[in-house]
């Protein structure tokens, strides 16, 4: 997991989650949130008409962060954060600190077997009823109907948030480049504008400190060619052993793995190696990924299958 910001934000601030953003940002001024900011210039128009705001942009593109950045650098209210939104919203935000959260033309992973990639799944609004300010609104640009649509639907199905408006073709602004993309096709534009009306409570996966466990144990060295390919399930967490390999002195090994916490994979090496008569089992200090319940619980997955 990569994480690049315009102004950086100090690897202990990550310790603890949710973030302090008033720390990060060094000022109390209201947050608003894009999602998905592909090369930034929406960002930067936002930010430089609206100083006394802060904004975070979340992507999962290395290369529209790289661009992002370049084109964002100098500005102080403004920090990007590489990381699935449906992810970050929920674990770096706390409850009532957002005020707006911005949505521009996102792909809307139509076919059946992309539909996990799709952001406005109920879980969303559930976050998003959980960080936005008591009548803080969700505004979203697109130009397919039916997730203009469904984002209305699903918004205001549970009583969360309430319709301040749909319509066909406005006239933004500012344009985004996909914006500006589709409009030179003839496409329709929509836009949709939901308030929140009710807050949520939401659970978070990481919360707190952001330690991760290590094991000593003793184990069957044997069982370690076993490993590859194996896939351990336990509740929402799922863990897959995509490859061992031996370090170069063969002292230790070390285990490349995807979790899932539900929809939220990420993929980091844990290192196994002996130490004093027994086993240490552990992330490797090379892999730095969010220390959900699935990655901690990797580690004691693993060691059960190796341990005697
Ligand atoms: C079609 S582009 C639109 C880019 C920009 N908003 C615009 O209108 O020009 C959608 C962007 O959303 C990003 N994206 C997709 N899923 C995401 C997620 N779960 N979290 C954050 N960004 C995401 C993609 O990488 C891509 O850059």
Known sequence: MIKLYVKEIKPAEFDFLPLDWTGVFGNTNPLIVEIGFGSGEYLLELAKRYPE??????????TSMKKANNRLKDLNNVRLVITDARFGMREFFGPRTVEKVIMNFPVPWDKKSHERRRVIVPEFFDTLANVLVDGGTFELAT??????????ETGVEKGYFELVEFVENPDREVKTRYERKWLSY????????????????????????????????????????????????????????????KSVDGGAYILKVISADGDFQQHYYLVAYPDEGEWIIKLDSASNPYRTPAVKWSVKAIAKFVGE
Not at 53 to 62: A, H, L, T, Y
Not at 214 to 239: N, Y
Request: proline share 2%.
């Open 53 to 62: 705001k802060n904004f975070v942009g979340f992507e999962v593109s290395i």
């Open 143 to 152: 130009d397919v109907r039916w997730y203009a649509e469904r984002t209305i």
């Open 186 to 245: 003839g496409r329709d534009i929509y836009s949709v504008t939901l308030r929140k009306v009710k807050h949520v409570e939401v659970e978070r996966l990481i919360g707190g400190h952001h330690e991760m466990p290590h094991i000593k144990c003793q184990v069957d060295e044997s069982k370690f060619s076993e490993l590859p390919g194996k896939v351990f399930k336990e509740g929402a967490k799922v863990v897959v052993i995509k490859g061992v390999y």
